[in-house]
């Protein structure tokens, strides 16, 4: 294989590995990254989905984990066009145009240059380690294949830095028949990184099909679970939307596809958002004996060991 295969989580600070995962006496955030990083060489930071990167936490993450490791970044809800409440806003960024619940509405280009110009700020200290990946950017469901939504990309490329670009989309727009030639066209001419999901084909429009493809030198795929009854719930946590775990038969599935864009790319992540918590299968597989507690194990790490396995890794 040209490319490595690298296999993660979407958090290592998720309410379910640590009430499930982590050994007991495992318990700050600091133990828990490095205890992470001991079986993962790859993660994505998911906070800084709900709020600017501080500084200083950034150069903690990069002191906590060992050479060669990668972070990839969830880029801020402002940057992805999600609502986000001023209160989640610095002190200094929340004098905006807000709707009736208090959330951010329309902001101004220049704003919202700003708040990309902060966020590259505050990765450097992974940037300078050799540390970052890509920065996430996970797309709601109203954004739509459209002239304005390229724009906007395109824009955001540039906002960016030289920081790789990965482009999650939540829309079916954007990979329909008529449109995925042209999607798939425009991330690789712009040099941004598509990312593929695994998620229940539930035929909605929020959901997009599993289509394997590149549009950089990185191969990027998010397991999100197919667990059709959860995905279009408004209640309840991320973990009960992304509760599922997959079997080891659904994973088989995925690795020859894997290897083929391992010989083609060079990386190739696979990273697990499948966020609940479920029964320790009967026979319980290897990779769910270690930190099993209460007959319970984490979802994401335990399909992500399995993959690893089913690698050869």
Not at 72 to 84: C, D, L, Q, S
Not at 166 to 193: C, K, P, Y
Request: glycine letters at 6%; a negative charge; one cysteine or more.
């Amino acid at each position: 294989m040209a490319g490595w295969i690298r296999v993660g989580v979407c958090s290592w600070a998720d309410e379910t590995l640590t009430k499930v995962w982590y050994p007991k006496g495992v318990k700050s955030g600091e133990d828990r990254l490095r205890y992470y990083a001991e079986r993962f060489d790859v993660v994505e930071a998911n906070s800084t989905y709900y709020r600017l990167p501080d500084p200083q936490m950034v150069e903690n993450w990069a002191e906590r984990t060992p050479p060669g490791f990668t972070m990839h970044v969830k880029a801020f809800g402002v940057m992805t066009r999600h609502p986000v409440k001023v209160d989640q806003l610095p002190t200094d960024l929340r004098d905006v145009p807000t709707d009736a619940r208090g959330r951010v509405e329309r902001p101004p280009r220049e704003y919202r240059a700003e708040v990309f110009k902060r966020f590259h700020a505050a990765l450097e200290p992974l940037r300078s380690t050799g540390k970052l990946g890509g920065i996430l950017m996970q797309f709601p469901s109203y954004v739509v294949y459209k002239p304005q939504s390229l724009e906007y990309l395109e824009w955001s490329r540039e906002q960016l830095g030289g920081d790789e670009m990965l482009v999650e989309f939540r829309h079916a727009s954007w990979l329909d028949e008529e449109n995925r030639a042209d999607t798939l066209r425009f991330l690789d001419e712009h040099g941004m990184t598509y990312v593929a999901v695994d998620a229940p084909q539930t035929g909605g429009k929020n959901v997009l099909p599993t289509v394997v493809a590149a549009t950089s030198e990185t191969a990027y795929v998010r397991f999100h679970g197919r667990n059709e009854q959860t995905w279009n719930k408004r209640t309840g946590s991320a973990a009960e939307r992304f509760d599922y775990l997959y079997s080891e038969a659904e994973l088989r599935e995925w690795v020859p596809r894997l290897r083929e864009l391992a010989g083609e790319m060079q990386a190739v992540y696979a990273m697990f958002n499948n966020n609940g918590r479920s029964a320790v299968p009967s026979p319980a597989p290897p990779e769910a004996t270690e930190n099993e507690q209460d007959g319970l194990v984490a979802q994401a790490p335990t399909n992500a060991q399995m993959l690893k396995r089913l690698l050869g890794q």
